[in-house]
């Protein structure tokens, strides 16, 4: 099976800061693959050059076998990448529904005559985008929250509510990062369970998260970070034996990490 996602040789510079010097690696449908490493050791700067946020100085980024380097993410997306990150991006004033609606904008087609004079072809597209949320919604167990404020849900539900947004897109890929940060042990089970019924329905999921137990729990790849470097790859067995890696995270970490 060919790679959904491949990532070679990527780097990039800041002011004279090397923040990731070539990194590869990658990422089949319907796997899970987590990108791991201490704190700055260059996680989110990845994601950010893979999702278009940042051009990277060296390297080339592969979609379903498409040459995507420094594409915009806007492209990205209609081409079936979607990503989370770190702090919610959710209008805490509208409703559940409606933030799981604002994710079919980028596959609307309508005009926007259409869609002023509120003609069929735009209450047939409304209707539809109403239906895939609500479908959504129940994907991640937020159906019974649909018309309820966003704002008054946990931090838990809101973290679901993000990811059910991301796949209104129907992406072939999903960028979640740390999508667990802030749980409590009940929300971030309620996590696990979701991604890894996405990865089932042949999503491929690239995750960044520092719940280690979560990570060596669900992934079926991983990959290691240390100063923007990757310093180990493999199965979750591999990597927590590797030398390198126990040393990257001395602490409470490692613990995890043999858990």
Known sequence: MSALLSVEGLGITFG???????????????????????????KTTLFNMISGIYRPGTGRIVLDGEDVTAMRPDLLARRGMSRTFQ???????????????????????GSLLADLFSLPASRGRARAAKDGAMELLARVGLERAAETEAGNLSYGKLKRLEIARALALKPKLLLLDEPAAGCNAVETEEID?????????GVAILLVEHDMKMVMRISNH???LDHGEKI???DPATVSRNPDVIAAYLGTETEALHA
């Open 222 to 224: 991983i990959v290691v």
């Open 87 to 109: 702090n919610l991006q959710i209008f805490q004033n509208m409703t559940v529904l409606e933030n799981a609606i604002a994710g079919y904008h980028l596959t609307e087609s």
């Open 16 to 42: 004279g800061l090397r923040a990731v010097h070539d990194v590869g690696f990658k990422v089949q449908p319907g796997e899970i693959l987590s990108v791991i490493g201490p704190n700055g050791a260059g």
């Open 193 to 201: 369970r979701m991604i890894a019924e996405v990865a089932r329905s």
């Open 232 to 234: 180990a790859e493999g």
